[in-house]
């Protein structure tokens, strides 16, 4: 398909990575998908196990080392890069990992996946993206701009940087053509929830936890068309949570 659109995305495999293949394939493009684990035969898209990659975004090298290799697949262009993986480490059952228990390889790991990464690839995509006049969404969190019950701090700050990293690469990226915003989801029903979740849910104004698909739809949105001017914002996607 000539005029066939090119999205990479990171953190993939589950949640709201997954609900965001489903929503760009249906429109047409086509999908890079990057995450840990290997392409899932049970995956449904078409050109699934051709268009993934498989990272340890935890990994410097092998991030850099990735570059290339989704270089050589996108065809010189890429319309959005999608910054989702993310890692939230725990405790013995479970505990939320506070700066006072958290390793300092567990910081490290941590801000490679949640932080380093997003502007390894970036800066590494950069042509790509340019040539597309594309766009680029950071997946944050509502963690990043509070103290929460399950997140762990080193979770928490890494999101935070995200936050303000969107606003410094807004400010590079727009001479270049290329738009970069970010969207914070707050609790998203997915296979991660901590055991709790049900008491935040209380006090959301909404009421209700967050669907996948509505978080995707906010990215579809972020990298359409439809917010041609829009560049340098962090979306709250919470249901009114962060209030």
């Known amino acids: 398909m000539p005029d066939q659109k090119n999205l990479v995305l990171t953190g993939a495999s ?13 429109e047409g493009w086509r999908v890079l998908t990057c995450s840990r684990q290997p392409f899932d035969p049970r ?54 990992l506070s700066t006072l228990d958290t390793d300092l390889r567990t910081w490290g790991q941590v801000f490679h996946v949640n932080f380093f990464a997003s502007v390894i690839l970036a800066r590494g995509l950069q042509t790509e993206l340019v040539a ?3 766009a680029i969404v950071n997946v944050t969190s509502i963690a990043g ?10 979770y928490s700050t890494s999101k935070a940087a995200l936050a303000a990293l969107t606003r410094e690469m807004a400010h590079d990226f727009g001479p ?7 969207i914070a989801p707050g609790e998203v029903d997915t296979a991660i929830l901590s055991p709790g979740t049900d008491e935040i849910v209380k006090n959301i104004p909404m009421r209700r936890l967050g669907l996948t698909r509505e978080i995707a739809d906010v990215i579809w949105f972020l990298c359409s068309d439809q917010s041609s001017y829009v560049s340098g914002t962090e979306i709250q996607v919470n249901g009114a949570q962060h209030v």
């Open 14 to 26: 589950r949640g709201i990575g997954h609900a965001a293949v489903k929503r760009f394939g249906a």
């Open 176 to 182: 270049l053509g290329v738009r970069v915003n970010a």
């Open 43 to 96: 995956c449904p898209w078409p050109g699934g196990e051709d268009n993934h990659i498989q990272i340890d975004l935890a990994d410097p090298n092998k991030t850099i080392a990735a570059i290339e290799t989704i270089k050589d697949k996108v065809g010189g262009l890429v319309h959005a890069l999608v910054n989702n993986a993310g890692i939230s480490p725990k405790g013995a059952q479970g505990a939320r």
């Open 145 to 154: 701009s509070r103290v929460h019950p399950f997140a762990g701090a080193a």
């Open 132 to 134: 597309a006049r594309g």
